[in-house]
């Protein structure tokens, strides 16, 4: 696995390479790093797939936005938010998708069809919007859904040790 880290504090697509240092755009089986300071938005568009091992959002300022797939594939797949915000209006597939005291804001068709942790974090589901989490998640009371949209599961939705 490689670790691939974003380049810099500026708006790109995810398969934009010179967006990424090495100039390469992470792939299956890496480790995808969005950490440079700035206020900027890294964007998977409608049309795009794109596979890796893990991504991690870590600059407070900046946005991932997910409008088509992003899939988290391997031992231990995970998407974790250690800083800023996940814009979903597309799908995030497999692994963990590890919110933290951060931001999912969901809107369109928006999907996750691994586990959503969202211990401590915020969930904004915009009106018209179903949030659909394919293999249940866990929300364990500290976190906070807000919007006129909905949260829908096939598979258990765990609040605090009482499932919805």
Do not use: R
Request: charged residues 10%.
């Amino acid at each position: 696995m490689t670790t691939i880290s974003w380049n810099n504090g500026v708006d790109a697509d995810w398969t934009t390479g010179a967006a990424w240092i090495g100039n390469t755009a992470p792939t299956t089986g890496d480790d995808a790093v969005i950490d440079a300071a700035g206020a900027y938005t890294v964007t998977i568009a409608v049309a795009e797939a794109v596979t890796v091992h893990s991504a991690t959002p870590n600059d407070g300022s900046a946005t991932l936005a997910v409008k088509g797939t992003l899939t988290l594939a391997g031992t231990t797949p995970s998407l974790k938010v250690q800083a800023g915000e996940v814009s979903l209006s597309g799908t995030i597939a497999g692994g963990t998708v590890e919110l933290g005291a951060n931001l999912l804001s969901a809107s369109g068709a928006a999907k996750i069809t691994g586990v959503l942790d969202a211990a401590g974090g915020t969930i904004a589901i915009a009106g018209g919007t179903t949030l659909t989490l394919g293999n249940g998640g866990s929300i364990d009371g500290s976190e906070q859904i807000d919007g006129p949209g909905t949260l829908a599961s096939a598979g258990t939705v765990t609040v605090g040790s009482v499932g919805i």
